[in-house]
């Protein structure tokens, strides 16, 4: 079952490569969850844990190279918001890596939580000018 969805009402910005973006980052992330919550193999659910945070390290840097450009002023609250995330990402990988943690419900519930008010009061914000 998908942990999240995404609708153009909930989670559209109105900007093309960002909605279209959204869109495969929501996809690999039910596809870890799945993976974690089914389980499926370490190994398995290791390659999807890094191929999803390679991919939000991507998505990030394309909005924030975007919100510069168009000289966004809310970009560096903006900015902040995605270091943040990408460094508990990043302390999750290193240690599921080292066998000190799982990607568990609460993990993906987390991340959940985080899109469900970034995108509505970070990502929707940059509409206006990035569209």
């Given at each position: ?128 000018v990035l569209?």
């Open positions: 079952m998908a942990l999240i969805t995404w609708t153009a009402a909930q989670y559209g910005t109105n900007v093309g490569f960002a909605d279209e973006e959204h869109q495969v980052l929501f996809g690999k992330l039910n596809k870890l969850y799945d993976l974690a919550t089914g389980g499926a193999a370490r190994s398995a659910i290791g390659e999807q844990l890094d191929d999803l945070i390679a991919y939000v390290v991507d998505h990030f840097a394309h909005e924030e190279r975007e919100m510069q450009a168009k000289n966004y002023a809310n970009y560096p609250a903006h900015k902040a918001e995605h270091d943040a995330l990408v460094g508990i990402c990043a302390g999750l990988q290193a240690k599921f890596h080292a066998g000190e943690a799982e990607v568990t419900d609460e993990v993906g519930q987390m991340v959940k939580g985080w899109l469900d008010s970034h995108i509505p009061n970070f990502d929707k914000g940059y509409s206006v569209s």
